[in-house]
Each structure stands twice: as structure tokens, then as C-alpha cells.
Nanobody
């Protein structure tokens, strides 16, 4: 069992930055692929970014490429999402997710554990 706790969300002006963190419980964090998803009101949950177990490989959805950076620190059991140049359309609840058998980062159903979410609001 893995518990995930997100933090770092908040209200920021468009063009600003936020850094999300997701702390995981347990001693097997390095065996999990990690993903960041978001869901805006009335929209489907989408994968924003994903990172491999070692951190060597990353994935980004097109709309955030060049603005967001996913990273992980396996010694601290934490995954991060640095978000720069935020736009109003980035406003959503952001969730981190963990999966051991995840094949494709963007497939939400391939993740086993989810955090409770943190609200990110970018005002224009």
C-alpha cells in the first residue's frame, strides 16, 4: 500500500510559477512509475507528465512542454512538478499517481495509487 500526499498548490497570476510536491509513504517508491494528472471542472482527467522509476525518462502532454518539468528524488520518496509560465487553462485539481506496471504514462487506469489532489488556479 502506498499513500500519496500532494502539496504546493495555490492561486497564482497567469505567467507565474508553482512547484507541486507529492510525498509517498513506504520503502518501495523507486519501484513505481509516477505521474501527474489534472482535472478541470467539466473535463476529463488528463496526464500532464510522467516519470520513470529511475527518473531517466519523462513524458509531457503537448500543452505543457517547455513550461512544466517533472522530477523525482527517490531518497526522499518525493516527485515534483515545476510549473512555469502558468496559463488560465492550467487551472485544475492536480493529482499524483503511482503505478508499478504502468506501460503508458497517459493511461490513468494503469496507475494503482492516487493522491487526494491539490488545487492550482492561474488567474488572468
Amino acid at each position: 500500500q502506498v499513500q500519496l500526499v500532494e502539496s504546493g498548490g495555490g492561486l497564482v497570476q497567469a505567467g507565474g510559477s508553482l512547484r507541486l510536491s507529492c510525498a509517498a509513504s513506504g520503502r518501495t517508491f523507486s519501484t513505481y512509475i509516477m505521474g501527474w494528472f489534472r482535472q478541470a471542472p467539466g473535463k476529463e482527467r488528463e496526464c500532464v507528465a510522467g516519470i520513470s522509476k529511475s527518473g531517466a525518462n519523462t513524458y509531457y502532454t503537448d500543452s505543457v512542454k517547455g513550461r512544466f518539468t517533472i522530477s523525482r528524488d527517490n531518497a526522499k520518496n518525493t516527485v515534483y512538478l515545476q510549473m512555469n509560465s502558468l496559463k488560465s487553462e492550467d487551472t485544475a485539481v492536480y493529482y499524483c499517481a503511482a503505478g508499478q506496471r504502468t506501460t503508458y504514462y497517459h493511461r490513468a487506469y494503469e496507475y494503482d495509487y492516487w493522491g487526494q489532489g491539490t488545487q492550482v488556479t492561474a488567474s488572468s
